[in-house]
């Protein structure tokens, strides 16, 4: 008698149901969402027009969390997260410690100039020189931060994910 894990066992083939699930839970895990923050995102998007799988990706690329990643002063979104509730940053001049602030066009970000000192920016300029980030960010080296310049294109944050696969799974 075989043993249990030498028995050949057939898989099902995986329900449309469980592919949108695990698209939903890749798409949080990504950008450290909870379930209920992408419940929001999802019926806002719903509420706005035009398609609403690239507007969710439009609102989750431009939280202040994930510009702080892809603009390369953090190598993790999570290490991004933690430097925005740490408050290290301003948006506009004033102190931000909220991840999931929505950026519009023409904010600026930029580093507290009492944090600049910390390890985490040593050599900052230097770092930055290799940085490459999306077209709707512009860096500010000597400025210690960056730019919003326009929208975040959905193709252009190439996550992944399949988003009409979530929001098919939003809409049951």
Do not use: C
């Not at 057939?10 to 895990?29: G, H, N």
């Not at 930029?110 to 040593?122: N, Q, V």
């Not at 900052?124 to 709707?136: D, I, S, T, V, Y």
């Amino acid at each position: 008698m075989p043993l249990p894990t030498q028995q050949h066992q057939r898989r099902r083939p995986t329900s449309r149901y469980a592919q949108q699930m695990l698209e939903k839970q890749s798409l949080k895990e990504i950008y450290g969402l909870r379930e209920e923050q992408l419940k929001t995102y999802y019926r806002q998007a719903l509420s706005a027009r035009g398609e609403t799988g690239p507007y969710i990706i439009r609102m989750l690329e431009r939280r202040l969390d994930n510009a702080v990643f892809r603009s390369g002063i953090a190598q993790t979104r999570p290490q991004a997260r933690q430097m925005v509730t740490h408050g290290l940053f301003l948006v506009n001049g004033r102190g931000a410690d909220i991840p999931s602030r929505r950026l519009t066009v023409g904010d600026v970000i930029a580093i507290k100039e009492g944090k600049r000192k910390k390890a985490l920016f040593d050599n900052f300029e230097k770092r930055m020189q290799g940085a490459r980030l999306p077209n709707w960010l512009a860096l500010d080296v000597k400025g210690y931060g960056f730019k919003v310049v326009g929208e975040p294109a959905p193709e252009e944050a190439a996550i992944g994910v399949d988003i009409r696969a979530v929001v098919e799974f939003f809409a049951r």
